[in-house]
């Protein structure tokens, strides 16, 4: 049986549906492309984000999409959005034209209209890895439908709250990197994020399965594995910090090179930023700014001010030679005035940052944020937008354009080029096309090479030679 994934959203979620693909795959389901032009999936699964309406947008709209153009398939929709707005999303398939399908086709794994239950994204979503031997072990000639109907009745809804954990892929099929869930959920009450009400507190992996997994990726030959979470700065499992943790997992390895997800500003210390220095911890971070403006931090509910930025940087700074450095910016959160847009702008440019990911802001139900007044007109946003996006576009080009000629470690991806070709990313983050000497090396391994000229496609940074 053919089977498709289709991924919103964040590196956890993409993680996730790995471990999905993974569990498919192990029973003799066959992955294909969800628009391929091959005979349809009998079963495609959406991975939800919820972190914009837009992101709610693309999903209704690609779950319709699906629903239309393949009409012998059934789709099941997990992930944040599915978590909390169950309901909207079922009623999707009512507003579909389906060809007269008399069967139902839409499977929603969720926790209910509006507000997250008990469970968490994660738990309802680890439901799906026990699907695969479900269907496998199924009455042959039994409707897919049917089945589908049964096993949420009746398996998907017994998800402990442990198998948020389980997303462990012996295989990875979208990614050259190997990925480690760390931590899930989060503590803080961030005025304008949803994700952590279908997400909910924050729970952290077993350190000494955290290693046992990191060890069983660096006995596959695995270069480089991403840690993630959602916010993995506040992981802790028996006194183990994430600073604790990375020496742990550094100290009990030997070659792999581990590369982080997004970092809290007010957790960045002393001893985070020394075990950050480790040669084998990328040179790459990422920071979750939000704004430059103390009045707006204190308005979303962020636990810092600039000043706290200013160190967190300088230390991130410290650890590494001329790191990647990114942050997030929402601009046009509500009653940002110009004055504090130009704060966020200053701080940005002062920064240097190499690269900017800007958001207009998007009231989420359920969040604080949503009943705010004095909203900033969308013109504002676009223009704020436009200028961000300029900033971000600049410090990317001088920060590859300062690693022209130097010799550097990147992974081979899977995107296939011409001959004698390459894609990589470097451990500084840039997307390099690599002119290789000889054969093309496999995908996920380690090259060395040299940037030789900044690249005009805005896929790649720079031209690089192997070394």
Same mark, same amino acid.
């Given at each position: ?63 319709? &999409? ?147 997994? +990191? ?30 943790? +990375? ?145 971000? +576009? ?11 000629? &130097? ?34 090396? +496999? ?25």
């Amino acid at each position: 049986m053919k089977f498709s994934i289709y991924t919103l959203g964040c590196k956890l979620n993409q993680l996730e549906s790995e471990g999905i693909a993974d569990s498919f795959r192990k029973v003799g389901f066959r992955l294909v492309p969800w628009d391929s032009c091959s005979p349809e999936p009998r079963i495609i699964i959406v991975n939800t984000c919820t972190v914009t309406s837009k992101a709610d947008q693309k999903a209704r709209r690609m779950i319709r &999409k699906l629903l239309r153009d393949n009409p012998e398939s059934c789709v099941i929709v997990t992930g944040c959005y599915a978590q909390l707005d169950t309901e909207e999303l079922r009623a999707l398939e009512g507003q579909t034209d389906c060809g007269g399908a008399a069967e139902r086709r839409l499977f929603v794994l969720g926790g209910g209209e509006g507000a997250a239950s008990a469970a968490t994204t994660a738990v309802a979503k680890s439901a799906l890895l026990g699907l695969p031997g479900y269907l496998s072990g199924a009455i042959s000639g039994e409707p897919l439908p049917c089945l589908l109907e049964a096993w949420i009745k009746n398996v998907a809804s017994a998800a402990g709250n442990d198998s948020v954990f389980n997303f462990t892929p012996g295989q990875f099929n979208f990614h050259s990197r190997a990925y480690l869930k760390i931590q899930d959920g989060c503590d803080n009450n961030c005025a304008y994020c949803r994700v952590r009400l279908a997400r909910g507190h924050s729970v952290s992996l077993n350190h000494g399965q955290v290693l046992e997994r +990191l060890r069983a990726f660096e006995a596959k030959g695995c270069a480089e594995t991403f840690i993630t979470g959602v916010n993995i700065t506040q992981y802790s499992d028996s006194g183990i910090d994430l600073a604790g943790l +990375l020496e742990l997992l550094l100290g009990g390895t030997s070659n792999i090179c581990l590369r982080l997800s997004s970092l809290e500003p007010e957790c960045i210390d002393e001893r985070l930023a020394s075990a950050l220095a480790h040669p084998r911890i990328r040179s790459h971070f990422h920071l979750s700014v939000q704004s430059g403006s103390d009045a707006i931090l204190q308005r979303m509910g962020r636990a810092y001010n600039v000043i706290t930025l200013e160190k967190a940087i300088a230390l991130l700074r410290s650890t590494k030679d001329n790191p990647f450095l990114a942050c997030d910016i929402i601009t046009g959160f509500p009653g940002e005035t110009e004055a504090e847009f130009a704060e966020t702008l200053d701080f940005c440019e002062k920064t240097h940052f190499a690269w900017i990911h800007a958001f207009p802001y998007s009231g989420r139900p359920g969040t604080a944020a949503f009943s705010f007044g004095d909203s900033v007109r969308d013109c504002d946003k676009t223009r704020r937008m436009e200028a961000l996006g300029k900033l971000a +576009l600049k410090g990317r080009r001088e920060y590859t354009q300062a690693w022209i000629g &130097k010799v550097l470690s990147a992974v081979v991806e899977k995107t296939p080029c011409p001959t004698c070709q390459c894609r990589a990313v470097s451990e500084n983050y840039l997307k390099l096309l690599v002119n290789c000497n000889g054969e093309i090396p +496999l995908p996920g391994t380690s090259i060395r090479c040299t940037p030789v000229e900044i690249c005009e496609d805005e896929n790649v940074d720079a031209v690089a030679s192997e070394q």
